[in-house]
């Protein structure tokens, strides 16, 4: 069984959903940014952390931001993989998934990068530009290494590509809540919950809704109509924007919002 | 979708998946449009009676004699909006039409994609948004303004480079929350498949007319055709007229900015160091890049060449060994850019006197009786505030 197996069969058994909060790796700068997760991980029951990309064309503002925060700090892969096995040695059971733009796995070899991040205790990859039809290459190097290959499941999307995602997809299932980058929005996507009612009869992974999601209420709606986990990603990213300044405030405020958020899944 | 629009190893498909079903639709649209009859008829009379095609060949005549070999511009800086844009964005707007999209969207560089976009909208019935670089907004002032009085909206672009690879990012993710309702006009031969096959189609009008000019006027064909490369659409326009007539050298000129040694350039070809395989906007071709893939910044005094990476179908032909690619930098564009105002009474668009420059220093190594054809790609009004800018002089 893998960590997202264990982990999903766990929270089913006490009829529990879960909370998968994401942030930049490497915002605003490397202690910091290794700070922010040991909080994150008080509240979280998996993590989904982002490798900073120059061209993040997937994303909104917030973080755009973050990413330039953390390149400017000096982050790169190398530095991510080593922050990823800090906080695998504090918990070797959390479920631990990456978030990256392809041509950071394609510049650094395809299979070497699946090996780093196996290395580093990473359970599952997504690669944001990577559609099925490109995969092939990450499905093999995934499977080399024992990975999980992360895809997106959007409102778009058609049956059959539904039907093709769904038979290469292992780990979970990202189900992209609306149209669009990503970014906190004030509302739930008008097509959310229809969007996880149609794929949860096609499979049995988990499906971990993310994109706009930033209130408890939020939370609530896509556990109660059928998904096992909520995404929560700009929102914190939010939260490290306003409190640049302030270490000790940004972190309590970390914390005090996924406590919040974590409540919503109960 | 039915193929991932691969150019050997180069090309594809790398969008984030909202993206993919348009662009399965849009695949279906241009390979049923393409053939349709209705369709062609339209375009066609678009292209000779409202953007004035075909466009010149014409023979240098002072310039040949400078430089003792016979000179041809392939003028497409004579073609409506003035510069070989408008081939693209007519076809493209027309397929957007012909979809029942209201909604147009693209990014630009140097503004003649944009305005291109914006002509093509207003004649069409289209409504256009066009995305540009706080940088380009500045130094390529007049075609703000010529997209604005035709009723397109411009968008500026504050992040990252502030120039064109920063407007497609934008584009992009306009594109991922407008998408079934909204076009997404790409301007060059990049982006996602369909596009690189789709914007080359639309540009290969340019060869097919010079090559049956350059026939009738020489009754041979030539031994170079030359043309700027910045995304690639002028290039691959005209190469595709010549791919199959394997003597025939095809040349690409990228811009050398202040030089390969300086870093400050955007050449992806020239420069090993950082110009290697990778993936952006869609498709894996050359990029400028560090050692863990984040792209870098390009530095061109023409905003149309200024482009971290180039149209895949360039790194297969380079690959092939079919079309060779040099560069030449700013100073040197900007000598071809007088060079070709005094000598023939034509101002180049600063992107197309790239391929001038270098069309010269060719000259140099040329017999009389050769022929070398270059693209003029656009016409210069737009960067005359810039080059008095760059020359230190006053309009």
Redesign the interface.
Known sequence: MNRYEKRFAELKKNGKKALMPFVVLGDPDYETSSEILKEMMKHADALELGFA????????KTI?AADVRA?DSGI???KCFELIKEIRKIDNDIPIGLLVY???????GIDNFYKKAKDAGVDGILA???????AGPLLKSAKKFGINQI????????PE?LKT?LASASGFVYL?AL???TGARKELGAETVSLIKKVRPETKLPICVGFGISEPEHVKKVCDAGADCAIVGSAVEKIIEKNLGNKEKMLSEVSDYLSKMKNATE | ?KN?GKFGEFG???????????L?ELEAAFEKYKKDEKFNKELDSLLTEYAGRPTALTFAENLSRKFGCKIYLKREDLAHTGAHKINNALGQALLAKYMGKKRIIAETGAGQHGTAVATAGARLGLDAEIYMGTIDIERQKPNVFRMKLQGAKVNPVV??SKTL??AI?EC??DW?????ETYYLLGSVLGPHEYPTMVAYFQSVIGKEAREQIMKKEGSLPKAVIACVGGGSNAIGIFKGFLDDKGVELIGVEAGGLGIESGKHAARFADPKIG???????N?TY?L?D?????YNTHSVSAGLDYSAVGPEHSMLRELGRAKYTYATDKEALDAFKLLSEEEGIIPALESAHAVAYAIKYAKECKKDDVIVVNLSGRGDKDIFHVAKEIGAEI
């Open positions: 990309f120059s061209d993040p064309i997937a994303d909104g755009q390149l790169n892969p190398d392809y041509n950071l796995i394609y510049a650094n944001a530009d990577a559609p099925i039809e490109e895809f997106l499941v959007t409102p778009t999307i058609t590509r995602i992209v149209l669009g980058v | 979708m991932l594809g498909v790398f969008v984030p998946e909202t993206l993919m079903p348009a399965e992040t990252g690879k920063d990012n992009l993710r991922t929350g407008s998408v079934r290697k395989k990778g993936v952006l906007h869609g894996l990029v890049q050692k863990f893939g984040q792209i």
